[in-house]
Every structure is written in structure tokens, then in C-alpha cells.
């Protein structure tokens, strides 16, 4: 989460609770959002997950009260989108005086002991620094930021490979306004308290101050009739949808780069890249081990004994696989071609492990008959352990 999130999200609308509410308020609404968009309740809704995702980021925030203090002020100072639109602005000819990070904190004077003199000079700094719209950024194409998110699959979708929607939802340019918050017929007016700069100047003593203008909060311009459809800010949350395709085996904990599918680039920039962590379900009856499936079954001690024929589950079918007389415990029985098939033809098998079942009580009969079987079978050859015993006493 960058800082550049701080001042372009807002965390209580999406938690749709009051500026004011209290901590608990902030506790429970998140509470209940996460509980109705968890992905365990809604499998395979990728909105569902969006929606989770960035719950628990406004929680993250919110839910800390330091975490939250820094954000509202960040908030009060700078507004929602209006910064980046200032931005803008103070690099234009005629468009007033470009910011200087130094002017705002430190520099003059000396530290700004406003903020506790530590995160919150680091955070203005790492937002002006940043590329996301300080004056001195160059004016060359710029690259579109990478973008992370995470799905989460079906065993079987897994296993065979997948097509799946991904919604991305990201920051982008009101369509409505172009970007300048004005409903549209209107432009937005050069600010009557700073003329314009976005900057306004307090002398102290021999100091000069300089900080952002509270009225046009830096943009140098105010919207008179604001935008409708981004209420002012030249903002909006964009949702994009890609088709994203998993293949055969991809894996837990897998993370998948799809190169140029990130945010769009500025000024004939490449576009990012776009990063899915995958996870997996678990099966109810099958693991995975790289392209193998694996599986536990249990058989009788006669069954080791005598030899048999099991019939087992695959993905799509069964398959009959002979246990041979004399079988020991943990014996792994491979059935070939059965585990992942890739699509360039190489295949995994399935490894089915064999669990010699010790009956915890027996039948009267059985016990009998287990007698008369113990009658007849030679001891365990245990002499290795003779040795070591004498020795011990
Ligand atoms: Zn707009
Ligand atoms: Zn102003």
C-alpha cells in the first residue's frame, strides 16, 4: 500500500462507515463486509475477492488508530485526487509556482515538529518522490505501475487449467470531466486566495513558510460546479476485466507474471505488469505433489497379505491397480498418465500410498483364526537387537 493510495482511496466510504465513527463502529463494519465477501463464501467470484481485498486494506488503516490519524490529516490536507490535479497544474506555463517538497517540510524550517518530526515528513517525501505526479518528475513517457492480486482456484481448475475473469479495479481519470473535476460546460477558477500558485507564504519571525493553499488545497484552481459523476475530485476507481488464463498445474503459492497487463503508461510509456498470486483449494480426497497426484488408501493386513485389486478414484474416471501378495505398509502404487496433464503432452501419475489398517478390536473369530495364524508364522527376526539388549540388561 503506497501513500499515493492514502490520498486517492477512501477507506471509509469502502468500509461505509462515518469520518466520525468509532473505533468500534470501524471494527464491526469491517467485520461484517469481510464475513459476506470472504472468499471462502463466494468461490469463484473474483468480485467477491476485489471486494474483500480492499476491506482488509481500509481495515489496515482505519482499524490502527495511529495508521488512521496520519491518514486523515494526509486526507485534510491534500484531499481526495486533488492533489495529482495540482500537480499537474504547477508544472504549466502560467500555472503558478512549482512546489518544493523542501519549502513544505524541513527545509526553513528545520524539521516540521508538527508531525511528530519522522513518518509523516517520510510520507510526503516518498509521494513527491514517487512519480506519481511530483513537480520534478520528467516529462518522458512513464511506465504503468505494476499491478498485484490473487485468485483462487479450484483443485480441479488447478489441475486442468483454467480461464478466469479477473476484475481489476484501479485509479483513473474521470471520463466526465477529463480529469479537472469541473461538471462539464464549466472550468475550474483560478484560486482567489493563492492566485493561482497553490502555495501560500506566512512570515515567522526571519522564516518564511510556505504550505499548500488550504481553499484550493494546492491545485491553484477551485471547481465551482463540481463534476457528477467524481463529485470534484477527477478521480475515479476504474474496474477493468481480463481474461486471464491459468494452465494445467499451476500450483499453490504460484505467482504468475502476465507482462503488459498492468496499468496503462503515461506519454507512450509501457504499459506494467500485472502479478496473480494463485492459490489453491484443497481436495477433499487428493494431494498434489508437482505434477503427481497423491492419495492414501487403506487395505487390510490380508489384503497386504493375500494380494488384491483396488479400485481407485482419478480426477476423471478410476482405475484398477493390482496389490500384489506380500505388500508391506506404505507401499506407493503409481498409476501412470493419471496425475496433471500439460498441455505439451507431459503428463504426472497418481501416487496412491497404501495404509495397512490394524483393527483396534476383533471378533471373537478373527481372534481365533489370528491365533492359529500366529501358530504358524515364524517370530519377527528382531536378532540385531540382541546385542544391544544384553547390554543394558
Ligand atoms: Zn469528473
Ligand atoms: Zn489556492
Request: proline share 7%; aromatic share 6%; net charge neutral.
Amino acid at each position: 500500500m503506497s501513500s499515493k493510495d492514502w490520498i486517492e482511496k477512501d477507506y471509509y466510504a469502502t468500509l461505509g462507515v462515518q469520518k466520525s465513527a468509532s473505533s468500534d463502529e470501524i471494527k464491526k463494519a469491517y467485520r461484517k463486509l469481510a464475513r459476506e465477501s470472504h472468499p471462502d463464501h463466494n468461490p469463484g467470484d473474483p468480485k467477491a475477492e476485489e471486494r474483500f481485498k480492499a476491506v482488509s486494506e481500509a481495515y489496515a488503516v482505519l482499524g490502527d488508530d495511529a495508521k488512521r490519524r496520519e491518514y486523515d490529516e494526509m486526507r485534510s490536507l491534500f484531499g481526495s485526487g486533488a492533489f495529482r490535479r495540482g500537480a499537474r497544474g504547477a508544472g504549466q506555463p502560467g500555472g503558478g509556482v512549482p512546489f518544493d517538497v523542501s519549502d513544505l517540510f524541513g527545509g526553513a524550517a528545520g524539521g516540521d515538529a508538527r508531525f511528530g518530526g519522522g513518518g509523516f515528513t517520510d510520507l510526503f517525501s516518498s509521494i513527491f518522490a514517487g512519480g506519481a505526479g511530483g513537480p520534478a518528475r520528467p516529462r518522458g513517457p512513464v511506465r504503468g505501475r505494476d499491478v498485484e492480486t490473487e485468485v483462487v482456484l479450484d483443485f480441479d481448475d488447478a489441475v486442468r487449467g483454467v480461464t478466469l475473469p479477473l476484475a481489476l479495479r484501479a485509479p483513473g481519470v474521470c471520463d466526465t470531466c477529463h480529469g479537472d473535476g469541473a461538471k462539464p460546460g464549466t472550468r475550474p477558477k483560478a484560486c482567489p486566495v493563492c492566485h493561482g500558485a497553490g502555495v501560500t507564504t506566512r512570515n515567522q519571525g526571519s522564516f518564511s513558510f510556505s504550505e499548500p493553499c488550504h481553499t484550493c488545497q494546492g491545485v491553484g484552481t477551485v471547481v465551482e460546479e463540481k463534476c457528477p459523476e467524481c463529485l470534484g475530485t477527477g478521480g475515479v476507481t476504474k474496474t477493468r476485466t481480463l481474461n486471464v488464463r491459468f494452465p494445467a498445474g499451476v500450483a499453490d503459492g504460484q505467482r504468475i507474471r502476465l507482462a503488459g497487463r498492468g496499468e496503462p503508461g503515461e506519454r507512450g510509456g509501457p504499459a506494467g505488469d500485472l502479478f496473480v498470486q494463485v492459490k489453491v483449494r484443497p481436495d477433499e480426497l487428493f494431494g498434489r505433489s508437482g505434477d503427481d497426484l497423491t492419495l492414501t488408501v487403506p487395505i487390510t493386513f490380508a489384503e497386504a497379505v493375500l494380494g488384491t485389486d483396488l479400485r481407485v478414484p482419478t480426477l476423471d474416471g478410476a482405475v484398477t491397480l493390482r496389490v500384489p501378495p506380500g505388500t508391506p505398509s506404505g507401499r506407493v502404487l503409481r498409476a501412470r498418465g493419471k496425475g496433471v496433464q500439460r498441455r505439451d503432452g507431459r503428463a504426472g501419475d497418481l501416487l496412491v500410498t497404501l495404509d495397512v489398517l490394524v483393527p483396534a478390536a476383533v471378533s471373537d473369530e478373527a481372534r481365533a483364526a489370528l491365533e492359529s495364524f500366529a501358530a504358524q508364522t515364524p517370530p519377527a527376526a528382531r536378532e540385531h537387537l540382541d546385542a544391544r539388549l544384553r547390554r543394558v540388561g
